[in-house]
């Protein structure tokens, strides 16, 4: 399928020569006029994927008392920062503030501040949490300073990510090219890309063909030097590992089927795996504390999952009841299908933030 936006990669690459794949992957997802967020609400059955926040309210809910409690550990400021990363929708923080409503100084102390690039999505954002009129930025860099606690869902895998193949002579990046038929086509540098030795000095020993990946790491050190700096606490949840390694996650999503990264720029969502280990590096490095990775499914089940099912139970049909378990299966299961193990969640606090809920002592990052 040709797009719109395949014809202005094409032309760039007809000019410039191959892209890295980060630099493709930023356009597919946030070209102005033809970016795959800019131009659509991709979220829901109708879309092309669903997230957890809307598959039930039980995680919403439960991320809210996840901030309440933090906010308690960190001395309950009187003004601090709420901050959502790539809210989609809006429906976890409606979720997390209706939960927090039960301690009524929380939501009195808290600013929302929404940081997201998809105007389709803020307009979403703007009427869902109308009742407490956030305020949108392009950038963490951009929210006002001050004590704050970040929620970012499924957020970190929608950066771009380099990636770098083992050859005999070393790391080469790996492009978007062309093919002898004007096709996109993934390429390799041939030029080795001696940068990369210090962070491949992390990784288990390279086999020929290994395939590395690394996020910018401008978010991730805005995120951790904020907290550093400001004080605060973060969750991090998404799809990923949480050792380092070496695999090509970068993946296409089209009406919940996985479709050919390179076959419709700007129409499929494009993500890659989130490597935490380097998220808690990274933000270790600034001087941030990083907590966990817990699966998703430790995570929710620590924080009361199952309570606030049976409490959901109390008052519902059958079929509601069939829902709920269904969906409490799905966020916290680990079989097929199901998010619990496959996705992760990392906390990130200040210097003088302690194991936030759920996370203990033991638990903190230490590799
Ligand atoms: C996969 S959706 C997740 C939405 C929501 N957190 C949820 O769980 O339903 C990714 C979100 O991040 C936003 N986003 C992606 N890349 C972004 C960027 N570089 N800057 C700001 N927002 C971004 C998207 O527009 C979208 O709101």
Redo the contacts with the bound molecule.
Sequence with gaps: MTTPLAAEIKALIATDGPMPVGRYMALC??HPRHGY?MTRDP?GARGDFT????ISQMFGELIGLWAVATWQQMGAPAAFRLVE?????G??MADALRAAGLVPAFGAAASLHL????PV?RARQADTLKAVAPRWH?RLEDVPDGPAIVIA???FD??PIDQFVRGPDGWHERRVGLDGEGRLAFGLDPRPFPALAALAAHFPRPHDGAVLERLESGPVHALAGRLAAQGGGALVIDYGHARHGFGDTLQAMKDHRFVDPLAAPGEADLTAHVDFAALADAARAVGARAFGPLTQGDFLNRLGLDARAARLTQAADAAQRTAIAAAQARLAGSGEGQMGALFKVLALGGPGLGPPPGFAAEEEWTA
């Design positions: 997802l946030g967020y979220l997230t957890a926040p809307e990363l790539g809210p989609g929708r429906t976890l940081v997201e690039m998809s999505l392009d869902n499924e957020f929608a950066l």
